[in-house]
């Protein structure tokens, strides 16, 4: 196993100036008209030319690391692992929903390469592990306490509407079509389901890893701590 590497190709960078996307806000005297702030947590660069960045207004002109380190200071006990083990595009939507979130960890289980575009930069702020197998990351978990719960839609699943998740939680999820693995299934203590009423069998992946982690966010965030 290992931390995710960033490999700038796979995805859009970030832009550091205000004029290159015309979002966010721009240079700190400009905007506010009052002295330069002198807490470290500040970047000087963004506080001269702007900050652009897909990030929550409390870190605006905050250094990449000071905002990692400020999440860090309140990430949630929730794990996420997704097998790659075939090409599939949700990966960087699953990214996105768990920074957001404030997940502990991402885990990608299978290729190492994936598509960093739906992530929308949000990798550089969320801590990813990649594990070779699937085996390798049920083995992290039994070392780490986790209690791996598999979500995919199949018979004898339990409904994640009346599921009563754990707190320290590793959900894993599949792939488009195949869903989850029977080796992911066999090392949880059980899969969870999406109720669904119209005519597709399965939903977006993606769609579905939201749904799933605010299921447990409602049980177990801190919800006074949101923004």
């Given at each position: 196993m290992s931390a995710d590497s960033e490999d700038p190709k796979d995805g859009p960078t970030e832009p550091s100036l205000w004029g290159a996307t015309g979002n966010?806000?721009?240079?700190?005297?400009?905007?506010?008209?009052?002295?330069?702030?002198?807490?470290?947590?500040?970047?000087?660069?963004?506080?001269?030319?702007?900050?652009?960045?897909n990030v929550v207004d409390a870190y605006r002109y905050w250094r990449r690391d000071a905002i990692v380190a400020d999440i860090d200071s309140r990430r949630h006990r929730l794990h996420i692992a997704i097998e790659n083990f075939e090409n599939d595009a949700?990966?960087?939507?699953?990214?996105?929903?768990?920074?957001?979130?404030?997940?502990?960890?991402?885990?990608?289980?299978?290729?190492?390469?994936?598509?960093?575009?739906?992530?929308?930069?949000?990798?550089?702020?969320?801590?990813?592990?990649?594990?070779d197998s699937t085996d390798e990351l049920l083995e992290y978990a039994k070392q780490t306490g986790l209690t791996v719960v598999a979500v995919d839609n199949v018979p004898g699943s339990v409904p994640l509407e009346t599921a009563q998740l754990p707190a320290d939680c590793l959900m894993v999820f599949g792939q488009e079509g195949p869903g989850v693995t029977d080796t992911s299934k066999g090392g949880a203590v059980m899969t969870v389901s999406i109720a669904q009423f119209g005519s597709t069998r399965s939903i977006n992946a993606g769609v579905a890893a939201g749904i799933a982690m605010h299921a447990w966010i409602r049980q177990h965030g801190d919800l006074n701590r949101a923004w």
């Open positions: 966010g806000v721009g240079p700190w005297a400009l905007d506010r008209g009052l002295p330069l702030p002198e807490d470290p947590r500040y970047d000087p660069e963004l506080l001269r030319d702007g900050d652009a960045r949700n990966i960087g939507t699953v990214v996105r929903t768990a920074n957001a979130f404030a997940v502990h960890t991402v885990h990608i289980v299978g290729r190492r390469r994936w598509n960093r575009r739906g992530a929308m930069v949000t990798d550089r702020y969320q801590h990813l592990m990649h594990h």
